[in-house]
């Protein structure tokens, strides 16, 4: 039986970029024949993939760093380099991906939430191939003998957590018939037996009822006292009740070994759900009262009702061991599922395929650039674009660090540094890389002299 896996933290590398190639065309009765540099190829992407065959990542508990393929470098007749592959990683549905923090492995934020059959999302994107210096023809510039370097692809980690999708999750006290109760009523088959915690990963099943309408159900493991704060099987298994649209909530009538009053189980649970995630709370629940057939309930089924009643909360009595109650539950659950999918579908926004919306974003946090005091009269410029144009200069070129400059003033980056209160004569850094500021709206930067660009920690 293959290991239930629900969290794993990956390391992820597109590939490099390749060089772009700096070249003249070279012919016999051609003595001035133009550049025809081609550019680098495109380092490869690592895109995680959702695909609806999985049902764990198991594939990453062992293993935990990915690399794609690099691009080559371009060369002269204008012959461009090859594109590195991708690598694609395979999710199961309800994949959750966050970038991590890579000195505290603390989430930062969301990339993205795979929900959709064959949803893509690029976490690693390959390095950019450099441009040949066909591309910097100008009228003023007729030879350019300068190309970009290709771009190094960045190494981050990053979080998957798959939450499962299912319609409606059985929640309770351990023992109280959550997985007798999926038995009853689908295909799956969970262990089953009389004593807590007897199920230890969740279970889903496919439920039919009888006018032919079916959902998803999730047998979730127990939940005790405590479960919000982590203790029992708390955490690892209340992120799978998060994306179903209704609960139902089975209460064991007979109490239990222990003995325990019913409905304060059922206060416990709803004040465990509260205390994680305050839309549990508030998501529809039906109240099961199960094991319904023993002797001397009675009184504990019609306490249990009450209170289910006082909270606006339908109310069934059931027994999943003889399936007494049992269908008109299914009816009822399945009923109140179309009617939550139909509200869930019309409150859809129009943003597009998912797949382009997460792609929009990540172009989004790649133009963002930050400017930070570092100490007085000290800037650190950072974000993905500015670095990338940094990393791709040859800082042994005069022309490609004119080029750069020529960059930098078109994004306005002096406005910038200005609004953040940088000065002339202050050092801004970007990347390894140190620049004297001479003030907004200058047509150079102070780049030419040795002392003024230079490797930090020279």
Request: contains cysteine.
């Amino acid at each position: 039986m293959a290991t239930f896996t629900d969290m794993s933290h990956i390391n992820v590398r597109g590939g490099d970029g390749g060089a772009g190639c700096m070249s003249f065309r070279r012919e016999a009765h051609v003595p001035k024949g133009g550049p025809d540099g081609g550019d680098g190829g495109k380092g490869g992407s690592v895109i995680i993939e959702t695909d609806p065959q999985l049902s764990s990542l198991i594939d990453y508990r062992y293993k935990h760093h990915f690399r794609a393929s690099r691009g080559t470098h371009g060369q002269g007749a204008r012959k461009h380099g090859r594109d590195g592959d991708d690598l694609v990683l395979r999710v199961p549905l309800g994949t959750v991906v966050r970038e991590l923090d890579p000195s505290t492995q603390t989430p930062l934020y969301e990339i993205a939430d795979l929900t959709q059959p064959n949803e893509r999302v690029v976490v690693a994107p390959g390095g950019r191939g450099g441009r040949g210096n066909i591309h910097f023809v100008t009228p003023v510039r007729r030879a350019p003998a300068f190309a970009e370097k290709g771009e190094p692809a960045i190494e981050h980690w990053i979080e998957l957590e798959m939450k499962l999708m299912a319609d409606v999750a059985l929640v309770g006290m351990p023992s109280v018939g959550k997985s007798s109760l999926i038995a009853r009523i689908s295909a799956a088959r969970p262990k089953i037996a009389d004593y807590p915690f007897t199920t230890l990963v969740p279970n889903l099943g496919v439920v039919r009822s009888a006018d032919g309408s079916s959902f998803v159900a999730a047998d979730v493991p127990g939940l005790i006292e405590g479960a919000s704060e982590g203790r029992g099987l708390g955490h690892q298994f209340l992120r799978h009740i998060e994306r179903t649209a209704l609960i139902l909530h089975l209460v064991d009538m007979t109490g239990g070994f222990e003995g325990r009053d019913p409905v304060e189980d059922y206060r416990k649970i709803n004040d465990e759900l509260a205390a994680y995630a305050q839309d549990l709370a508030e998501r529809p629940q039906i109240v099961v009262a199960n094991k319904c057939d023993m002797p001397d309930v009675e009184e504990a089924i019609e306490a249990l009702r009450a209170a289910a009643e006082a909270d606006g909360r339908p109310f069934y009595a059931i027994s999943a061991l003889t399936g007494a109650g049992i269908d008109r539950l299914v009816a009822e659950t399945a009923g109140r599922v179309a009617e939550l999918r139909g509200a869930m579908v019309s409150e859809q926004t129009d943003e597009g395929i998912a797949s382009e919306v997460w792609e929009r974003r990540r172009a989004k946090r790649e133009r963002e650039i930050s400017v930070v005091a570092e100490d007085l009269g000290i800037w650190r410029v950072s974000g993905v674009d500015i670095e990338r144009m940094v990393v791709q200069t040859d800082w042994d070129n005069d022309e490609a660090i004119d080029y750069l400059q020529r960059r930098f003033a078109r994004m306005k980056l002096e406005d910038l540094l200005t609004r953040a209160g940088c000065v002339h004569g202050d050092e801004v850094r970007i990347l390894g890389y140190a620049f004297t500021f001479e003030g907004a709206h200058d047509d150079t930067w102070d780049v030419g002299e040795e002392d003024d660009l230079r490797e930090e920690g020279e």
